[in-house]
């Protein structure tokens, strides 16, 4: 039997945290995929528990509101995602 990567189980999309904290995330994250975001903060908060968690993800959703708010555009992003961003 073949294994394909849909075959794998994604321990992070099936943990509690994850489907938490793609709730909250829901509707608030404008062009970036929630579930993405919640990807995110759940690595790099990974040796953390979940009201650090919770609190990494609503710190960026404030975040997030704020440029909104104040009108702020990514102008010019590096081809690969990573580097230098404009505002």
């Known amino acids: 039997m073949a294994v394909t990567a849909s075959s794998i189980p994604d321990p992070i999309a099936e943990s509690e945290a994850f489907h938490a904290l793609l709730l909250l995330a829901e509707g608030h994250t404008g062009r970036i995929p929630?579930?993405?975001l919640v990807r995110h903060i759940?690595?790099?908060t990974a040796l953390s528990g979940f009201p650090v968690q919770r609190a990494a993800l609503e710190a960026t959703l404030?975040?997030?509101s704020g440029a909104k708010q104040d009108?702020?555009?990514v102008a010019t992003a590096p081809s690969s995602g990573l580097g230098a961003f404009t505002t």
């Open 34 to 36: 929630p579930d993405r």
């Open 42 to 44: 759940l690595s790099v």
């Open 62 to 64: 404030r975040r997030l």
């Open 71 to 73: 009108g702020l555009v």
